[in-house]
C-alpha cells in the first residue's frame, strides 16, 4: 500500500479526504416454479474505487488539468492507493464538484480494477541468470 495516492504518473499532493473500494458478485436468481428459487454466484466483479478530495494552492486548476490528463487516456493504468495494494484500474470518472474558488478545487473521481492487467502481470517473467524472475 502506498502513502500517497497515486495513478500513472500523476501523484496526488493530498491524498483525497475520502476513499471507498467496493466489493460486489455477480449473482444470478433463477425461479423455480413450486420450489425455492436457485441461486448461481458467477464470480468477483472488479473491484471499484471511488473518492472525493481537494487541491490546494494557486496552482491548483493546473494540478486539475494534469489529473484530468490522466483520465483523458486510454486504457489502465498503475493505481497506488493508501487503502488497498497495488492494481491496474481504468480512469473511469472525474468532475469537479461544488464551487471553485481561486486556491480550492473540490473533485471526486472513479477507477475500476482491470483484472486481466492483474491476471498478465501476475503471469510475467524475466530470465536472468537462468532464473526466472518476476517484475517489479
Known amino acids: 500500500m502506498a502513502n500517497t495516492m ?3 504518473g500523476f ?3 493530498y491524498n483525497p479526504r475520502k476513499i471507498e473500494i467496493g ?4 449473482v444470478k436468481i433463477i425461479d423455480m416454479p413450486f420450489s425455492a428459487p436457485i441461486i448461481q454466484e458467477l464470480g468477483v466483479r472488479p473491484r471499484v474505487i471511488k473518492g472525493e478530495g481537494e487541491l490546494f494552492g494557486a496552482d491548483c486548476i493546473a494540478q486539475f488539468e ?3 490528463a490522466e483520465f483523458l487516456r486510454n486504457g489502465s493504468g498503475r493505481l497506488l492507493s493508501p487503502l488497498c495494494p497495488p492494481m491496474y484500474a481504468f480512469f473511469t470518472a472525474l468532475k469537479v464538484i461544488g464551487e471553485a ?3 480550492l478545487l473540490r473533485y471526486a473521481f472513479e477507477f475500476v480494477e482491470d483484472k486481466e492487467a492483474e491476471t498478465s502481470m501476475n503471469t510475467q517473467y524475466a530470465v536472468v541468470n537462468g532464473r526466472a524472475v518476476m517484475p517489479s
Do not use: E
Open 101 to 103: 474558488g481561486p486556491l
Open 66 to 68: 494534469r489529473l484530468q
Open 11 to 13: 501523484a496526488f499532493r
Open 23 to 26: 466489493y460486489s458478485k455477480t
Open 6 to 8: 497515486q495513478f500513472n
